[in-house]
């Protein structure tokens, strides 16, 4: 190993750490927000074999009266119900996407002559990029949403599905294998894929 390259080992871990580091901050602090979205989504569904599932479904409108919701109904701390994977992905997620860029941009698309980097080729870089990292993190997506889930559950008196994260990856490994991990993956990834772009 050259000096060079050693160099540029120790940059690209500097700047995973940090990356990582700070999406999962943001993601800790935004967390609420994505877990309301979540039971927003799903609000219209009806369960008639439940009056209080129903009356749930029907009693929360809107983002800030479904948060309110979810801390009298559930509690302060379920607003960060699913938050590990969360932070699961963006560590997985960061450190693919960073890893696929640079290999588009140095092995496949290369630098010009001069050093530059045009436009197309950064755009098209960070578009498959943000793709191939959220193949590999879509697992903890999967994992993610259904945590979030697990508050309503209980409120419409239907049995717990998982208690960790870990409880989660095994569930669905035994279910539906490994394919079932991947489950969704489709929109998640045009999604990411979009967003990377969009930072270009």
């Known amino acids: ?9 120790e940059l690209f871990v500097f700047k995973y750490a940090l990356s990582a580091a700070a999406a999962c901050v943001a993601e800790t602090v ?32 809107g983002m800030l009266a479904t948060a309110a919701g979810i801390v009298r109904e559930e ?24 890893s ?22 950064a755009s098209v870089s960070g578009l498959l990029a943000g793709a191939m990292g959220q193949f590999v ?19 419409e008196g239907k049995p717990p599905r998982v208690k960790t994260t870990g409880h989660a990856f095994r569930k669905i490994l035994a279910e539906a294998g490994v394919r079932g991990l991947w489950s969704g993956w489709i929109p998640n990834v045009q999604r990411a894929a979009l967003v990377n772009l969009g930072g270009q």
């Open 1 to 9: 190993m050259t000096a060079a390259t050693g160099k540029r080992q």
């Open 30 to 61: 935004t967390y609420p927000l994505d877990l309301t979205k979540t039971r927003l989504q799903i609000q219209g569904e009806k369960d008639h074999t439940h009056y209080h599932a129903q009356r749930a479904a029907t009693a929360h409108r």
């Open 75 to 98: 509690g302060l701390k379920k607003l960060w119900q699913g938050v590990t994977p969360a932070l699961y992905r963006h560590v997985v997620y960061s450190g693919c996407r960073m």
């Open 100 to 121: 696929f860029y640079e290999i588009l941009r140095d092995s496949v698309f290369k630098k010009n002559p001069d050093g530059s980097f045009p436009v197309w080729k």
């Open 137 to 155: 993190a879509s697992p903890t997506d999967l994992v993610k949403v259904q945590m979030q889930m697990e508050g309503r559950r209980r409120l």
